[in-house]
């Protein structure tokens, strides 16, 4: 991937005293959707604490870690060269919403939302028949912990429900980024995040 105009990024985001991975965490907590924050060449600086499910899993093959590889690499390159905030349904069948973070109109990282359904698919059939294939297809061996995996996994409705969580992620990728390039503190962020959502006021 190419890269931009802030060199240290990747040490910038990190935000040596926690406060992005701590949020990220409790953001996790409260919806129950993986998040992660990636810098513009692509390395994981937050990774995500919710990978227990399904993707975990799937990730722990070797076939399985490729194809994701593949995906979020793909991801990366339509956020490069758009700009655009968008959802993506990746090769195992789950939604990846995708923000990216921007300074000065220069693209320094993407916030993703994954491990998310398309649907409620809470049968022990209905998992089968939409995710089967992928046992197969990446070498998943034990397959009942694949499908025990999925108990605490989210769906998210079309229209109001993916469109409020893209706002959502949209805005905190606008915090993060003020945060760590323009001055603003963690209180600012917080009070901020806190008036335009309801839900920050329980975190």
């Excluded at 890269?3 to 990220?24: E, I, K, M, R, Y």
């Excluded at 919403?97 to 939302?113: D, K, Y």
Aim: proline share 4%.
């Amino acid at each position: 991937m190419t890269s931009l105009s802030n060199p240290n990024v990747n040490a910038t985001v990190t935000f040596a005293h926690g406060q992005v991975p701590d949020l990220l965490k409790k953001v996790e907590q409260l919806t129950g959707i993986a998040l992660s924050l990636r810098s513009s060449s692509g390395d994981a600086v937050v990774k995500t604490d919710y990978f227990f499910g399904p993707c975990s899993i799937i990730r722990g093959t070797e076939r399985g870690r490729q194809r994701c590889r593949r995906t979020y690499k793909n991801i990366e390159d339509r956020l490069l060269r758009r700009k655009v905030p968008f959802v993506n349904v990746c090769y195992a069948g789950f939604l990846v919403f995708a923000a990216p973070i921007e300074f000065r109109g220069e693209m320094v990282g993407t916030l993703l939302g994954s491990q998310i359904l398309p649907q409620n698919i809470s049968s022990r059939f209905e998992r089968e028949v939409f995710f089967d294939h992928i046992i197969s297809a990446v070498g998943i061996k034990d397959r009942e912990s694949f499908y025990q995996s999925f108990d605490k996994v989210r769906f998210l409705n079309p229209d109001f429900e993916r469109v409020s969580f893209m706002q959502f992620l949209e805005t905190l990728g606008d915090n993060f980024a003020r945060m760590a390039f323009s001055g603003k503190t963690w209180p600012e962020f917080f009070r901020e995040m806190q008036r335009e959502y309801r839900t920050f006021r329980n975190i």
